[in-house]
Each structure stands twice: as structure tokens, then as C-alpha cells.
């Protein structure tokens, strides 16, 4: 029991900079605080740098299977995409995090929102990751209808990325992304208009 | 006495059930990306493991395409969240849906890890380490049985990426892989790049640590790539496999029965094209020890 207790402890020391920063600064009231009677000061003793390095290992899966999610917009924004999927796991997971779309589409949200249009140079970028997160969530989250207005031409812009190489171009003109399935086993229709 | 020769009967007999497990030769972990091409070069590529947390509750689409893949390859599924090495148990309902899977897809073995990704509200992304104790052994020998309960095809562990050392540690990490796996009469899925990231913790010597592990138990491999920052080696399997993690690798197929081998490759996807010739140069690592013709 009392390894579960510090099971959660650890968890969170991993997962939170805040708390493993609070943690550290005063392990035995923390602790108490977290219901964590036996093993404080043991827990007091993990090796700072080494649970610092755990945390960054954490981040870089995340960061690994985030870019499978989205494997064009990662190709396009390069390191950019790191380092705002750094800025990103600043934040408090959002729910469900343990699914990898769900992370994706997140950090797609995250970008979007919060980072803005600086991050997506080409332009049209924006429109490859809304996509994206799009189809994460009508083929992994099984969605029944999910529809984007995105500001650029996604279907020219596909064909090229799969060729490997976009064509110097504008790509604006407005398309509407459309899945749609009729049951909730059916297969998905998509639709770029 | 008895107890010492129940417990060499039993390892005896753990031994014989994995050598009688095929020789799977050399695959690769599944990357959605990598489809259209696996399916064009079906012949360079073994087998296949899945990320299969992934494929619980599986939508249609994902259904169709594992059944897809099984049609071409032998799939391997390989699971992190079910989290063997949790003291609070493991979740029951998980549990069934990851014995649900594991018999749909009918896989010669299934793995997981010797560590743990759920504890309270929290879920890890990659497997933490367990304190090296008695008590951690005994939570992952009562997780595994009630895992082999539920799953009847045989399960390997795999050694965890961390240089995180729980205080208080009562053994050191390869005594206690070697308990875990003997209480567990699990066969073993080492990660040799694991095994090279870990090595400022034990001392800075890989070759021989793999030496005290029991390699008899070795059933698959698993290897990746890296890049060094401050000074050390991050698995962040988005490179090229370094000639530290080769050497390895080919030292554990001199010494194991291995069945397996499987690159392991996440961020940075290149094309498919591009990472094969490292499945070739493991396949010639096997062949050379005659784990496979």
C-alpha cells in the first residue's frame, strides 16, 4: 500500500514541474499533505537531475508518438514543431492524454490557439494540421461527422507532400474537410469541397 | 532443498516453453506512416509489433486495418499501459480488453514492460522504473499471474529506459529483472538501447551488465536510436542506431536464444526505404549466429 502511495507521488513528481519543484523545496509537508505517511524523506533522496532527465524522457515520447499522429505537419514545421510541443507539455495534460490522438489533437488546439500564426511558415501549414487533427478524430475517435472549414487547398497540398515536394504557391482558396459515417460501424466518407 | 529444486524444475520448464516459440526473424514496430510502403515490401519485413494500447476500443477503420496487416504479417502486440508494476493492481476492465485483443490477434507472445505508467489519476506516457525491493517483486508477481490468468499466450517483460533510482533500493537492476522474471516465469524482452541509456546508473558498463541478465530467457530484442544531449545518450528513437547499441545488440544474439529482433522507431519518421538496411544488418547479425537461415 505504501508503494502506491509513493507510486502516486512519483507519478506526479514526473508529470507536474510545479509540484516536483514545490516537492523538493519542502519534501516532508508536501508529502504529509499528499497523505503520504512512511518513505517521505526516502522520496526526499531521489536524485533531482536523474527525475529531471525522467521527465524529458517523458516529454520526448510524447513528442515521438505525437509526431506519428501528425506526420506531415511535423515534416513541414521541423523543429518548430518541437519546440513548441516543449511549450506545450508545459501545461497540464489535457483529459484522456493517455490516448495518443487525444494528445495530438491537443497540441494541434495548442498551436492554433495559443502559439498563433508565427509557428506555421508556409502559411498553408495551419490548414495541414487542423487536418490532421481532423482525421485523428474521425478515424481513431471514431466520430460520426467531423467537418473544417480550413483557409487553404488541402487536396493539392496532399498529393504534393506524398510526392515529396510542395510547389512554390499561395494554396488559398477555402476547402470544407468533411468525414461522415452513416452508423456508428460504418466506415467513414471524406469529402474535400 | 525441495524449494531449490522446485524452483529449477520450474525454470527448466519455462526455458523449454520458450525455445519451442518460433523464430520470428527480424520486424519492425508499426508506424501508421509506414503502411503503403510495408505492404510494397512485405518480403524485408518479418514481422510486425504493434503499439497496441492503441488498438483498444478500436474503431472500424483501425479494425480493418489490423486486419489488413495480419493478412500480410505476423503481428506482435505490444502493450504499456496495462502496467504490470503498479502497486494499486491492475485495472480489471483494462485488462479485459487488452485479453480480448491478444486473442483476436492470436500472436505466438505478447509483451509489457517491468515498470509502471498508472498510478492514481495519472497515466505516464512511457513506463517508470519500480524501486529495486522485495515489495516491487511481489507486485509484479501478483499483477503477471493475474495477467496469465486472463491471457494463456505467453508473456515477455521488457527492461525500462531510466536512470531514476528509487532510495532505499534493496538489490541492483539486474538482480532484480532476474527476480521479477523468475517469479513470474516470463520469458524476457530486452532493450538493448534501454540497456545503453542506462549505463551511467550501474556503472557505465553495458556488455557487462547484459552478462548477469538471464539470457536464456531472451526471446525478442528490441532496438532503437538516439541523439546525445548534455553529455548523455537519450533513446529517443527518432535517429539512426549508434555503433555502442550495435555492438550490444550483437553480443546479446551471440549469447541468447532470441527469436526476434525489432527496430524501434518514433519521431523524425523518415521513409521506409530508409531505416530497412537496419533491419537487414540485424537479420545478418541472426543469420550469424544461426537464430535464423
Redesign the interface.
Known sequence: MELAQQQKLVARLCTNREFREEFFANPAQVAAREGLTVGAEGLAELHHEHLRQFARLLRTRRLGSVGVALPLTRRVLGNRFVECFKLYALRPPPPGVERVVVDAIGFVDFLCGQVGAEVFDPAWSVSLARYEAARLEAVWLGRRLVVRWLPHRIGPLLVQLAKGKVEAGSFNRPTLAIWWRGTERGRPHHWLV | MDGVENRVGRKTEITKLLANLPRLGVGLAY???FRDELLQKQSEVDFLEI?A??YLDA????E?ELELLAEHFTIVPHFM?LSLG???GLDEAYLEKVAALVKWLNPPWWSEHIG?TR??K?????P?PL?FTK??VA?MKRNIITARRAIPTPLILENV????????TEMDEADFLNEVLGVGGCGLLLDVTNLFANAP?FGGDPAAFLERLPLDRVVQIHFSGGHESKG?F?????QAVPEGVWQLLEQAVAQAPVRSICLER????PPLGEVLWELERARAIGRQHRRWN
Open positions: 508506424r501508421e506512416p503499439a494500447d492503441d474503431t472500424p477503420v483501425l480493418e499501459k503498479s502497486a494499486e509502471f498510478a492514481g495519472v497515466t505516464l506516457a512511457h517508470a524501486p515489495d516491487a507486485v529506459c531510466s536512470q531514476l533510482v528509487w532510495p532505499g546508473s548523455r537519450v533513446d529517443s528513437r527518432g518514433d519521431d523524425n519518421l
